[in-house]
């Protein structure tokens, strides 16, 4: 481990897995979604994955853990975000496997070009307009509230990136489930796979896992539901499966 790559105010946050990723805790952190995405999410053997938003870059690093993907992916329009991301992929010796690339998801057709990768995720930001209070710290704000990018930036250009019967896997707000079915069906990405995170069990939902498949007929399968917690600060064992920690 070197610790060079580490700078002042950073931490390095254990993944429980043999990785670590580098983290400032004065910008955004990574949170349960991540994680929970990079469970949902399929990547096979000599498949190819594109993270749209990377922050920290936590969901290629999982996916390397998780998964038998051939090469992952991440892009991150912050410079310094991106910059960091990349120190955790030299970090824990993943650079023949992770590439970090600091761009625009509006525009990420013209940086990777057409039907380049089997799988795209995605942890946008949910927020629109007032909903949530913004964050007045930038990097935060941008990672929450749809600053820089919005729903429907970040479907057309996961459906331009993937290959015909590619796969895209998001996390998102159940309260923008009909636009987001909406906005997917209108690129082409039919949903195909649908889980709800209840935070107890007897909680609302608060968060919503999707697969959609690029081309893909219109046929959808609704997962039993996740709950996080048995009791207050007691995960379900499903929770510490996605975390490995069982």
Same mark, same amino acid.
């Given at each position: 481990m070197d610790e060079k790559l580490v700078r002042e105010k950073e931490r390095v946050d254990d993944l429980q897995n043999g990785y670590y990723? #580098?983290? %400032?805790? %004065?910008? =955004?952190? =990574?949170?349960?979604?991540?994680?929970l995405l990079s469970g949902f999410a399929k990547v096979k053997k000599s498949e190819t994955a594109l993270d749209m938003g990377t922050g920290t870059g *936590?969901?290629? *690093?999982?996916?390397?853990?998780?998964?038998?993907?051939?090469? =992952?992916?991440?892009?991150?329009i912050q410079k310094e975000c991106a910059e960091m991301a990349s120190r955790s992929v030299k970090y824990n010796h993943l650079e023949e496997d992770v590439e970090i690339v600091q761009g625009d998801i509006k525009e990420a057709a013209d940086i990777f070009g057409a039907a380049s990768f089997d799988v795209v995720t995605s942890n946008p930001p949910y927020m629109i307009g007032q909903h949530g209070l913004r964050n007045? %710290?930038? &990097?935060?704000? #941008?990672?929450?509230?749809?600053? /820089?990018?919005?729903?429907?930036?970040?479907?057309?250009?996961?459906?331009?990136?993937?290959?015909?019967?590619?796969?895209?896997?998001?996390?998102?707000? &159940? =309260?923008?489930?009909?636009?987001?079915?909406?906005?997917?069906?209108?690129?082409?990405?039919? &949903?195909?796979?649908?889980?709800l995170v209840y935070p107890y069990i007897d909680r609302e939902p608060n968060m919503v896992l999707i697969e959609a498949l690029k081309g893909g007929?219109?046929?959808?399968?609704?997962?039993?539901? /996740?709950?996080?917690?048995?009791? &207050?600060?007691?995960?379900?064992?499903? *929770?510490l499966k996605i975390y490995d920690m069982i």
């Amino acid at each position: 481990m070197d610790e060079k790559l580490v700078r002042e105010k950073e931490r390095v946050d254990d993944l429980q897995n043999g990785y670590y990723v #580098i983290q %400032d805790p %004065d910008k =955004f952190c =990574f949170g349960m979604d991540a994680v929970l995405l990079s469970g949902f999410a399929k990547v096979k053997k000599s498949e190819t994955a594109l993270d749209m938003g990377t922050g920290t870059g *936590i969901i290629p *690093i999982l996916l390397k853990a998780k998964t038998q993907g051939k090469h =992952f992916t991440g892009l991150e329009i912050q410079k310094e975000c991106a910059e960091m991301a990349s120190r955790s992929v030299k970090y824990n010796h993943l650079e023949e496997d992770v590439e970090i690339v600091q761009g625009d998801i509006k525009e990420a057709a013209d940086i990777f070009g057409a039907a380049s990768f089997d799988v795209v995720t995605s942890n946008p930001p949910y927020m629109i307009g007032q909903h949530g209070l913004r964050n007045p %710290d930038m &990097p935060k704000a #941008i990672a929450r509230h749809e600053v /820089l990018c919005n729903l429907e930036d970040v479907v057309s250009q996961a459906s331009r990136v993937l290959k015909d019967r590619g796969r895209f896997y998001m996390v998102h707000r &159940p =309260f923008r489930l009909v636009e987001i079915m909406n906005v997917l069906t209108k690129y082409h990405l039919e &949903p195909k796979r649908m889980q709800l995170v209840y935070p107890y069990i007897d909680r609302e939902p608060n968060m919503v896992l999707i697969e959609a498949l690029k081309g893909g007929n219109s046929r959808i399968t609704v997962e039993p539901p /996740l709950i996080v917690y048995k009791e &207050p600060g007691v995960y379900t064992e499903n *929770i510490l499966k996605i975390y490995d920690m069982i």
